[in-house]
């Protein structure tokens, strides 16, 4: 269940983490914030029953509590206190986000991965959700009209709408969904064309080639090592051989490499430039579409920057890939993700009383 992440997730932890020296100290911020996200989830806990290994226990008692749930023989409590943010990269180019017409070109999420803060142990879970995965997706058609649900790619659902706020509340609803409408709190979309201004911004990231990406760029030969900057960035970070079976595979260990140096490299511009936060997270702010605000992050601050993370700590859902024509179709493990929502957002209930 442990895997790999995907750079836009990595950067936008750390990028929240840097802006909270700025904005810890201002309590009536932090108050509107934390009211602000409990009330931007359309559900308050997981609905667990939807699961074929969820248990109905029998004899519940008069201590047992509605969001409960038994387990191979164990009594799990969801916790509330957690807060989850949707973290998409968006497989657009565009120098600056921009309002679509409806249909179909609101861009696909290529990158989903749901950050995880738990208060109760301090520490910050990753998501990984496969841009293949089969799941409902909700069909518009170009007035914006509610068509049908059919069963897709959860990278598709973004593409529906304006490819701006409401692209990104579809998706929301599509992972949640996903994860038996679990609670989602904010998000970011963040478009690709944002990577070359993120490792520029920390003066470029360096790396060992792992496997030969000439066909991209000719710097790119496997075992180089290379200071990455600009659009060289872009392709170690983003691109692969689409006909080569599971190539996704391949560019989950780059991206997991890149996030090791991108981390340290930005430590040290933080050392050295008190207001590198900021300007990190101005240049970016025409590339992404977020809902996440700054009393919000006022609010998350003390937290952000105390709560562990380790690089296991990045999950992802186990399951089989199958070839659909031209097109790969990832198929979830229910029993996995099952065990991911008791492990991640689960407490063991020790006593009933």
Known sequence: MRGKGKIFLI?????MTLIAGVLVGFEVMRIVGKSSL???SATT???M???EYYTETANKGSAWQDDWVEYKGEVFDYNEDIITFLIMGIDKNDEIVTKVNEGT???QADA???LVLNPHDQTINIIGINRNTMTDVDVYDDYGRYQTTVEAQISLQHGFGNGME???EYQVKAVSNFLHQLPIHGY???NMSAIPTINDQVGGVDVVVLEDLTKFDKSLVKGARVHLEGKTAFHYVKSRDIYVPQSNNTRLERQRQYINSFINAARVMCRENNNAAVELFTSISNKMVTNISADEISYLAPYLTSYKFKMDDIITIDGETEKNGKYEEFYADEESLYETLIDVFYEKVDNRG
């Open 11 to 15: 950067i936008w932890a750390v990028l």
């Open 38 to 40: 409990d009330s931007k």
């Open 45 to 47: 806990a997981p609905v």
């Open 49 to 51: 029953s939807q699961s």
């Open 105 to 107: 070109d609101g861009g």
């Open 112 to 114: 989903l991965f749901l």
């Open 166 to 168: 409401e692209s990104c």
């Open 188 to 190: 970011a979309a963040i």
